[in-house]
């Protein structure tokens, strides 16, 4: 079980994300397209995406020095952004975006009544996790601009995403246990 802050929801047709120096939540960019994630979409708190998630990762060159994303798996339409939530983990993609590993976790929601028995990736309707993968290998496309280098590099169960999650948290603790006082 992990904590999620939720920055997107199905129904935002602008994609937000947390300033790292404010803390407040600021419009990245309106959607352009009809790229709709399929999905809660937000991150996992106190995680960073540096040098222990990029050796889980060997097609990236770099981690992506941002939070761990997650996807929130869940049958009630949650249209409010910025809430945090309690969600299992149930698997991940590995993507790489322009050389950065750039995972995405995917979670349910606790004690959905759809989702909530799910335990490993196998458990998710096949559907949806097709529709997490192609909505982050094209929505950042643009047709004016150069193609960005997001490849994907595979699924993965629970254990791996744990897996995952401890390196984030850990490269996190790296990075920033300085600064605390």
Known sequence: MVHAYIEITPFDAV?????????YLRVDRP???SSQVPALYGFVPQTYCAERVRALSPEAE???????DICVLSERPIARAEVLLNARVIGGLRMVDGGEADDKIIAVLENDG???DARDIGDAPRALVERLRHYFLT?????????RTVSFAGTY????AQEVIRAAM??????FSK???
């Open 15 to 23: 994609k937000y994300e947390v300033d790292k120096e404010t803390g």
């Open 31 to 33: 959607q352009r397209y």
């Open 62 to 68: 770099r981690g992506d020095g941002d939070p761990l």
């Open 114 to 116: 759809l989702f909530g």
């Open 139 to 147: 929505y950042k496309l643009h047709p004016d601009a150069p193609a």
């Open 157 to 160: 169960g629970a254990q791996d």
């Open 170 to 175: 850990d490269d996190y603790d790296e990075a």
């Open 179 to 181: 600064l605390r006082v």
